[in-house]
């Protein structure tokens, strides 16, 4: 069995924390670990998984491998999608995949961005739907519901054991769309109806056959962009010529909702997609007046709130239902009922042109990180971070030039035609249209301070001559 996960969300509902650069799967939001790494954990104690798989966009490939290298977990498969194209492609590529691995193995698909309480109940799940999936079932997870929630579809399974499949496991009666309130509450109250999980549970061939009979253009496109991938460093590429041509499709339209083979296991273990900052709240710990906090916050005379503080000490006082979530760049104050707005905010962000859609004032790259201290008319300043054994691309700036001190550490420079060591407390100066680099040739993180100066600033001013991270 080979666990799918899904990662090319962009969680614009949890802006400001969620970025288009740094979406909340790889967020620490319920603990020390992101979303995706507590996915992966979830899955210890499964039998016979073999090495996850996982599918991003290219944006985020180097988050991916960091944050799965900080779990230990093994060499997975990570397949980069050149564009999103919805979760049927997606999947279409992961089963090609794994049956190009070798034998048909059964694929266990989940999003990187769901949260489970109940780790034991998940498996057990899991594990009755085995038996169905291996007789060619394509068996998704039905969430017992804990309200009329109107942002989830639905599934329909009639009360009728004896229609089971196999123990636990029966054929799924009718996939509905998002529902008005009336109509939720209504399904709630029937007990058929379950919250529609987007988790899923099948062998790789039925999935394949099915899709076939569906949508016969995603397949074509899936192989395509798959015969014609290339191996870069730790990931494969898929050709985005042959994977733009894929119809955008979810896996529920393009063959759930179609398929006669579709079947639902009953999942009943806390779960959620933490979907918007209210949801988020919902799963978390809570104080005695209903408040979840995160950070150095203080709280007096406040209920049902949830408050992050991300660098700041935040202080809150005689406000009920309220989010505010506060980072490096923006602050976000919204009353929960009202939180959906974000989506607003977050399109009109974008209308302006604005980074803050984008990118975190720290910003996370394959050799370490840098942060945007501060700016100004014609310069910069930037706090840099180079892991161990990492190095910069080779490269040069058109108009700007750039004062290196280092904090901590050593680094190996490249300045025009010298190549040489600079030590703590100690500085270079890389003039405008001087092709550099810069390198950790230590076993601690290189710390520096870099100053920019110059008539442009934008991260487009580079010129890289070689990088050993495959970037163009």
Request: aromatic share 8%; net charge negative.
């Amino acid at each position: 069995m080979i666990p799918v996960i899904l990662s090319g969300g962009s969680g614009t509902r949890l802006w400001p924390l969620s970025r288009a650069k740094k979406p909340k799967q790889f967020l620490a939001l319920l603990n020390d670990k992101s979303m995706l790494q507590n996915t992966l954990l979830r899955l210890k104690g499964l039998e016979n998984l073999t090495a996850p798989m996982l599918i991003c966009n290219e944006d985020h490939r180097f988050m991916v491998a960091e944050q799965i290298r900080e779990l230990a977990l093994g060499q997975p498969t990570i397949l980069l999608e050149p564009e999103g194209r919805n979760t049927a492609p997606a999947i279409a590529v992961a089963a090609l995949q794994a049956i190009a691995d070798g034998g048909d193995p059964l694929l266990l698909v989940l999003a990187a961005d769901h949260a489970i309480k109940d780790i034991p109940a998940f498996h057990r799940a899991v594990e009755l739907a085995i038996p169905a999936a291996e007789q060619g079932k394509l068996v998704t997870f039905g969430i017992v519901p804990t309200s009329a929630h109107t942002g989830y579809g639905y599934i329909r399974r009639p009360d009728q054991t004896k229609e089971d499949i196999t123990p636990g496991v029966a054929a799924v009666a009718q996939f509905c769309e998002k529902p008005d309130l009336v109509t939720a509450q209504q399904f709630v109250d029937s007990g058929e109806y379950f919250w529609n999980s987007g988790m899923f549970l099948f062998k790789a061939s039925c999935f394949l056959a099915e899709l076939q009979q569906f949508a016969p253009a995603i397949v074509a496109a899936a192989e395509q962009s798959l015969a014609q991938a290339s191996v870069d460093l730790d990931f494969i590429r898929l050709d985005r010529t042959a994977f733009a041509a894929s119809p955008s499709d979810s896996i529920d339209y393009a063959v759930m909702e179609k398929s006669a083979n579709a079947a639902m296991v009953v999942l009943d273990a806390g779960w959620s997609d933490v979907g918007s900052w209210d949801a988020l709240w919902d799963v978390m710990a809570k104080d005695e007046q209903g408040n979840a906090s995160r950070g150095d916050v203080l709280l007096e005379q406040c209920k049902n709130s949830y408050v992050n503080a991300e660098e700041r000490l935040v202080a809150v006082i005689g406000l009920d239902d309220v989010v505010v979530v506060e980072t490096k760049d923006a602050v976000l104050v919204a009353n929960k009922a009202q939180i959906q707005g974000v989506k607003s905010i977050v399109a009109r962000l974008q209308s302006y042109g604005r980074t803050e859609v984008d990118l975190h004032r720290e910003v996370f790259r394959p050799w370490g990180k840098y942060d945007s201290v501060d700016s100004g008319t014609r310069y910069q300043v930037k706090h840099i971070t180079v892991k161990p054994g990492a190095k910069l691309s080779v490269q040069m700036h058109h108009h700007r030039a750039e004062h290196w001190v280092v904090v901590s550490g050593a680094a190996l420079v490249r300045n025009g035609d010298e190549e040489f060591l600079v030590s703590e407390n100690e500085s270079t100066f890389i003039p405008v249209g001087t092709v550099h680099s810069l390198e950790n040739p230590g076993k601690i993180p290189l710390e520096l301070i870099e100053v920019q100066s110059g008539s442009y600033l934008g991260e487009d001013d580079i010129v890289r001559f070689e990088d050993m991270y495959g970037r163009h």
